[in-house]
């Protein structure tokens, strides 16, 4: 099955830094590569997703690259807020017949003002 | 807005009882998950079901069992709860389609059991 690995596992910057998360997967079939973000108490919520045939998508601050041939893709958010401190996942989907996905572990990311 | 509900926020549950999860969504999707979530461990996929009466185990299926008798409602069942089943429940939907992954969570269920 997919195994998928997150790093970090806790990252802390000041306000204003960027943040880079990076998710590796084992399968190369999968062809949908989404970040949730679930804030503390709350449910995980999408906020960028990206499909196979494009290489980089960006949504105002935040931004997911993909490499397919390294089978990693990351997430880039630029002047991080104190509102961006969460708990973030990569979720690598494929289409077996069902759209599934695979979570990775998690980032927790941390900005202090 | 997609809204996907679960019948309890928390739940204390006693060694051997039988615990029922119920997720209830509102926006006539096909596809309906149960995960587990743990500290260092993200969320880990125990069944899904992509039609009424269907269901496909995911990576961590012992000791669970589920039923979607309806569309919209999706049941985790553990049949004799013990205490390393302890943790957060989450229930999500999304619909089906080559172009559809994205899915759409619940508040969560904290499950303790003693």
């Known amino acids: 099955g997919e195994n998928v690995e997150q790093h970090p596992s806790t990252l802390s910057v000041q306000e204003g830094d960027s943040a880079v998360i990076k998710c590796t997967y084992s399968?190369?079939?999968?062809?949908?590569f989404p970040w949730y973000k679930q804030e503390l108490g709350k449910r995980p919520q999408l906020i960028i997703d990206i499909r196979s045939n494009v290489g980089e998508k960006k949504d105002q601050r935040i931004a997911v690259t993909l490499n397919k041939t390294a089978k990693h893709f990351s997430l880039h958010i630029t002047e991080t807020q104190p509102e961006d401190s969460a708990v973030y996942f990569c979720?690598?989907?494929?289409?077996?017949?069902?759209?599934?996905?695979?979570f990775g572990t998690g980032t927790r990311l941390l900005v202090s003002p | 807005d997609v809204k996907v509900t679960q019948s309890s926020r928390y739940l204390v549950k006693r060694t051997g009882e039988k615990v029922f999860l119920e997720c209830v969504q509102d926006m006539d999707h096909e596809n309906m998950f149960w995960y587990r979530q743990d500290p260092g461990l993200g969320l880990r996929l125990i069944y899904f079901?992509?039609?009424?009466?269907?269901?496909e185990k995911g990576d961590i299926p012992e000791g669970y069992s589920v039923s979607r008798e309806k569309k919209e409602r999706f049941s985790l069942i553990l049949e004799s709860a013990s205490t390393n089943q302890t943790s957060m429940y989450l229930c999500?939907?999304?619909?089906?389609?080559?172009?559809?992954?994205?899915?759409?969570f619940g508040p969560g269920t904290r499950l303790t059991v003693t």
């Open positions: 399968d190369s079939a999968s062809n949908y």
């Open positions: 079901s992509y039609d009424v009466k269907m269901k």
């Open positions: 979720a690598p989907g494929t289409n077996t017949g069902f759209q599934k996905l695979v």
């Open positions: 999500a939907s999304s619909l089906s389609g080559l172009a559809n992954y994205e899915q759409y």
